[in-house]
T-cell receptor, first 111, second 118 residues
């Protein structure tokens, strides 16, 4: 099975909060990442969290980490149409720098 | 922030030809670069890890003779798709990891190269 799993699609209305969930398998991953990919483009690092943290907040973004359940979430407050994109979570498997990505969650923001 | 470029951004080639894709770190030195491929509407799959001055390490199932990787300097890695076939058509993305400081852990991604093999 997949090492990192995400739901494939999320639709929200502009101004609402979006929560994108991710589960991973490697408990030794030191860093967990969230990336954003717009159509036809490369990946943009949004934020990352160190494994000894439970939460990290960066402006509209809040990352929650439940290490016991190997569950990671990304909350986007006051979602805007410009947030429409594919969001990938990734773990650094074995802390080698090799990133294992989830399938990506397509976020659709309706005006 | 750190910038990684890829060239070309897109390429169309005939089946049987070879295509070279460049990945450059523009404002930092990258001891390690990674090559990923992404099929439409799918995730990124790691193909290989490229270390400056040494042979690349390929992931299971990736043919090293087909996907030649050269990391000749701290700012340049190249991926050559040899004898390309239509099934090699994909979006190839590189990332670069710096040598120290905040760039020591973070990977910076290039914009990707769209390869279409006719």
């Amino acid at each position: 099975g997949e090492d990192v799993e995400q739901s494939l699609f999320l639709s929200v209305r502009e101004g609402d909060s979006s929560v994108i969930n991710c589960t991973y398998t490697d408990s030794s991953s030191t860093y967990l990442y969230w990336y954003k990919q717009e159509p036809g483009a490369g990946l943009q690092l949004l934020t990352y969290i160190f494994s000894n943290m439970d939460m990290k907040q960066d402006q509209r973004l809040t990352v929650l980490l439940n290490k016991k359940d190997k569950h990671l979430s990304l909350r986007i407050a006051d979602t805007q149409t410009g947030d429409s994109a594919i969001y990938f979570c990734a773990e650094d498997k074995g802390n080698t720098g090799k990133l294992i990505f989830g399938q990506g969650t397509t976020l659709q923001v309706k005006p | 922030g750190a910038v990684v470029s890829q060239h070309p951004s897109w390429v169309i080639c005939k089946s049987g030809t070879s295509v070279k894709i460049e990945c450059r770190s523009l404002d930092f030195q990258a001891t390690t670069m990674f090559w990923y491929r992404q099929f439409p509407k799918q995730s990124l799959m790691l193909m290989a890890t490229s270390n400056e001055g040494s042979k690349a390490t390929y992931e299971q199932g990736v043919e090293k003779d087909k996907f030649l990787i050269n990391h000749a300097s701290l700012t340049l890695s190249t991926l050559t798709v040899t004898s390309a076939h239509p099934e090699d058509s994909s979006f190839y993305i590189c990332s670069a990891r710096g040598t120290s400081g905040s760039k020591g852990n973070e990977q910076f991604f290039g914009p990707g190269t769209r390869l279409t093999v006719l």
